[in-house]
């Protein structure tokens, strides 16, 4: 039996929460048992890890400079002594490194979920504390060449597993039904275009971009309706913007959902503007909806988005080009139709989380062999 121990920042819902959720609840039970240790306590995935019979344990930690941190970690690893850490989330990559730093048993795997460029001393600390580390995966070519570049971490350390999605998810008969009553409870008319985003409100996801897109489109389209779903730091400044621009009779914010299938089942367009990204989860799931994508030439989004089969790709921070790929789509609803099932195909041909999972199993089965003494290998 292979132990893994999952090491997370925090569990609040977000893409790698979510990865790691899918994981730890689909690896083949008969051949790994998992734990997930995290930095900072609650969040709504760890319940969710816990009524699968899978423990969470939080070190309580609030603050990332906290040696305590990685004491109280590295006691935990001595003590169920796993056979691979694998963290997740840039803190807890950096602690979950230094805390498992000369355990020969245990190989330490680290996730890279997005081409960061905010902060060079994450870049630095990622290079400086890589020797600790058996490998980084990234979750897209994007990240991959990212990571290499900017990061400077050799080649040999770096693997790439793209993230999957649940597909069952979105082919339930009763989203149908869902989408009209969300239409009605909102008052958006069953013609009206309707424009769909989903992001934590923060300057990566590039809402500005989007409402001032959401302007020009209203001038072609006055019928047109857009919907904002997420919670984040930007949420004021952005309700203001959308004063500004005179268009609140035509935006609504919908807050934090977790019932992301509902909420994507009665859009016609999908838009993602963000600035940066790793592999976008909501991009996967827009296109397994059946949902014609709008996005802008970052990692991952320009590899699931086929320019002129699934959907349309722009520059980023451009909103004149956002405006002109959202209107292009209204005005020729056939080709939105066309990209919608062209994007459905190929996130069931290459993106599913049983593909995610099964790459996930086969990375921890050749690691182990490569880091365990022939004794500790299965036969």
């Avoid at 999957?164 to 239409?183: H, S, V, Y």
């Amino acid at each position: 039996m292979t132990k893994i121990v999952y090491f997370i920042t925090d569990l609040d819902i977000g893409g790698a929460e979510k990865s790691l959720f899918q994981l730890a609840t689909r690896l083949p039970r008969d051949e790994f048992c998992v734990e997930v240790i995290t930095l900072t306590s609650g969040g709504r995935i760890a319940k969710w890890l816990e009524q699968e019979g899978i423990p969470v344990t939080s070190l309580d930690i609030e603050r990332f400079w906290d040696l305590a941190g990685v004491f109280r970690l590295r006691r935990l690893l001595k003590s169920s002594k796993p056979h691979i850490l694998h963290t997740f989330l840039f803190h807890a990559n950096i602690v979950g490194r230094i805390a498992a730093a000369g355990l020969r048993y245990c190989a330490v795997i680290s996730s890279v979920r997005v081409a960061e460029r905010r902060f060079k001393w994450h870049l630095a600390l990622d290079w400086l504390t890589s020797p600790f580390m058996d490998l980084e995966v990234c979750v897209s070519e994007g990240v991959y060449r990212f990571t290499q570049m900017r990061a400077k971490i050799p080649r040999k350390k770096l693997t790439v597993i793209p993230n999957g999605i649940d597909l069952d998810e979105f082919e339930r008969k009763d989203l149908r039904l869902q989408a009209r009553e969300l239409r009605n409870s909102l008052r958006i008319s069953p013609d009206a275009p309707l424009i769909l985003t989903i992001g934590r409100l923060e300057r990566q996801k590039g809402i500005s971009y989007f409402l001032l897109a959401a302007r020009e489109v209203l001038q072609e389209f006055p019928e047109a309706r857009f919907l904002i779903v997420g919670e984040g730091p930007d949420k004021r400044r952005l309700i203001s913007q959308v004063r500004d621009l005179g268009i609140e009779y035509a935006v609504g914010f919908l807050g934090f959902r977790d019932d992301v299938p509902q909420i994507l089942a009665p859009a016609d367009i999908f838009v993602l503007a963000s600035l940066w990204e790793g592999m976008p989860n909501v991009v996967l799931e827009a296109m397994a909806s059946g949902k014609p994508v709008v996005g802008t030439q970052v990692e991952g989004t320009e590899e699931l988005v086929v320019p002129g089969e699934t959907g349309i790709l722009v520059p980023t921070a451009d909103a004149k080009m956002l405006a002109q790929g959202i209107s292009r789509l209204i005005r020729e609803p056939d080709l939105a139709g066309k990209m919608a099932q062209a994007a459905r195909k190929r996130v069931s041909e290459d993106y599913t989380i049983q593909k995610m999972v099964e790459r996930y199993a086969q990375l921890y089965r050749d690691i182990l062999k490569e880091k365990a003494p022939p004794s500790r290998i299965k036969k």
